[in-house]
């Protein structure tokens, strides 16, 4: 299970959780590009995708390819 399925699984918890300052808030942003990232994979190549959603969010490439990578991990 990757970082990201286990976040969605959290689903309200996962809020309660950053409330009590047990996740770090930039978790939830990472999720937000994170997410982004999958709908314009679905459209491109992965590099393709993350230029994209650099564009959109005004994020480095380096930074998105760090989120990716987080997110894909176990």
Known sequence: ?????????????????????????HIL???????????ERTKCKKTEAIEIVCAQYDVSR???FYIVEFMEGA
């Open 1 to 25: 299970m990757s970082r990201y399925e286990t976040i969605t699984t959290l689903g309200d918890e996962f809020i309660k959780l950053m409330s009590k300052s047990l996740i770090p808030v």
């Open 29 to 39: 942003d990472w999720k937000v590009l994170y997410e982004a990232y999958l709908i």
């Open 62 to 64: 380096r930074q998105m």
